[in-house]
């Protein structure tokens, strides 16, 4: 094992944040948090899994600079409605500090090949999207880090979960239908939002062996309707699939999410998968297990249909 290290996690609270806390701690490294509220439920969680809470912002760069004091590396993650301005924030800051060397950044698959997109065009409701981050891609590989990893996941089974559930999915937690802008056919790859917290752990662990790398991270790929089926074995309930017709997305208002669920049938996601063989990554069944009550009073049901999965 390699010595331990000090690494601050930033949007610790999310996901991706609390999944790289657990997994640099047990890798025996030392996790400080940035939050923005130290008293907040959420904080004082991750407080108790062995994190050190740190008070900053993404906007306060001299937060910033004092949060990076004597840290080894730095896992950069930007909350959806922030763009590559935080990013180089939290870059320039690092870069500031004489003891960071490691910068491990989670962005998302593709990034960066936004030009070949069957869609691409200023018009596109993903367009913003795509540029940011890839900018916040470039502002990490430029920045002149000794060692930099770039996670690049696939799309979040948490965005099965409350509340996001009524984003991605609208009307799931009334009639379980899963609605999609996915072709029957496409199989749609899949990730726990926690287990970037696997490729941090092992990049800061051996950043020699991980530095300079984009890492796809996928467990699973699926079609829609192979997934409602795993859902349905894990709340008890049969839960159905509807396919939008051109004329429903034509209609929508907001297409963002539709059109970010036309655009993963476009564009092949390759062997992700395949690519991710090297870490042990929670499985899409393990993952519904964990989250099945959860699941079971979003959608308002127990004991019904199937039956749940006993854990």
Same mark, same amino acid.
């Given at each position: 094992?390699?010595?331990?290290?000090?690494?601050?996690?930033?949007?610790?609270?999310?996901?991706?944040?609390?999944?790289?806390?657990?997994?640099?701690?047990?890798?025996?490294?030392?996790?400080?948090?940035?939050?923005?509220?130290?008293?907040?439920?959420?904080?004082?969680?991750?407080?108790?899994?062995?994190?050190?809470?740190?008070?900053?912002?993404?906007?306060?760069?001299?937060?910033?600079?004092?949060?990076? !004091?004597?840290? =080894?590396?730095?896992?950069?993650? $930007?909350? /959806?409605?922030?763009? %590559? *301005?935080?990013?180089? &924030?939290?870059?320039?800051?690092?870069?500031?500090?004489?003891?960071?060397?490691?910068?491990?950044?989670?962005?998302?698959?593709?990034?960066?090949?936004?030009?070949?997109?069957?869609?691409?065009?200023?018009?596109?409701?993903?367009?913003?999207?795509?540029?940011?981050?890839?900018?916040?891609?470039?502002?990490?590989?430029?920045?002149?880090?000794?060692?930099?990893?770039?996670?690049?996941?696939?799309?979040?089974?948490?965005?099965?979960?409350?509340?996001?559930?009524?984003?991605?999915?609208?009307?799931?937690?009334?009639?379980?239908?899963?609605?999609?802008?996915?072709?029957?056919?496409?199989?749609?790859?899949?990730?726990?939002?926690?287990?970037?917290?696997?490729?941090?752990?092992?990049?800061?662990?051996?950043?020699?062996?991980?530095?300079? !790398?984009?890492? =796809?991270?996928?467990?699973?790929? $699926?079609? /829609?309707?192979?997934? %409602? *089926?795993?859902?349905? &074995?894990?709340?008890?309930?049969?839960?159905?699939?509807?396919?939008?017709?051109?004329?429903?997305?034509?209609?929508?208002?907001?297409?963002?999410?539709?059109?970010?669920?036309?655009?993963?049938?476009?564009?092949?996601?390759?062997?992700?998968?395949?690519?991710?063989?090297?870490?042990?990554?929670?499985?899409?069944?393990?993952?519904?297990?964990?989250?099945?009550?959860?699941?079971?009073?979003?959608?308002?049901?127990?004991?019904?249909?199937?039956?749940?999965?006993?854990?």
């Amino acid at each position: 094992m390699s010595s331990p290290k000090k690494i601050l996690v930033t949007a610790a609270t999310g996901y991706q944040g609390t999944g790289t806390i657990h997994h640099c701690l047990v890798a025996g490294h030392n996790v400080h948090a940035l939050v923005r509220d130290l008293s907040c439920e959420k904080a004082k969680r991750i407080q108790l899994m062995g994190a050190k809470l740190v008070k900053g912002d993404f906007n306060d760069t001299d937060s910033l600079r004092v949060a990076m !004091r004597g840290m =080894d590396g730095v896992f950069l993650n $930007l909350p /959806t409605q922030l763009g %590559a *301005d935080a990013a180089r &924030n939290v870059v320039a800051a690092a870069r500031e500090s004489p003891t960071v060397s490691i910068m491990i950044a989670s962005t998302v698959v593709k990034a960066g090949q936004h030009e070949s997109f069957p869609r691409w065009s200023p018009q596109w409701s993903m367009y913003k999207y795509w540029l940011e981050k890839d900018a916040v891609e470039k502002c990490v590989r430029n920045a002149g880090f000794q060692y930099w990893t770039i996670v690049q996941p696939v799309r979040f089974l948490q965005n099965l979960l409350p509340p996001d559930n009524t984003i991605y999915y609208p009307g799931f937690d009334k009639d379980k239908t899963l609605r999609v802008a996915f072709e029957p056919e496409a199989r749609i790859p899949w990730i726990d939002a926690r287990d970037v917290g696997v490729v941090a752990a092992a990049a800061l662990s051996q950043p020699e062996k991980y530095t300079g !790398r984009h890492i =796809d991270l996928a467990v699973e790929s $699926l079609t /829609t309707r192979e997934f %409602a *089926d795993k859902i349905e &074995n894990s709340i008890g309930a049969q839960v159905e699939v509807h396919y939008y017709t051109d004329d429903e997305i034509a209609a929508m208002p907001n297409t963002i999410v539709v059109d970010a669920e036309i655009w993963a049938c476009e564009v092949p996601h390759g062997n992700a998968v395949e690519a991710s063989r090297e870490f042990s990554l929670n499985s899409v069944d393990n993952f519904l297990r964990e989250y099945k009550n959860l699941l079971q009073s979003a959608v308002g049901t127990v004991h019904e249909g199937k039956g749940p999965v006993t854990d």
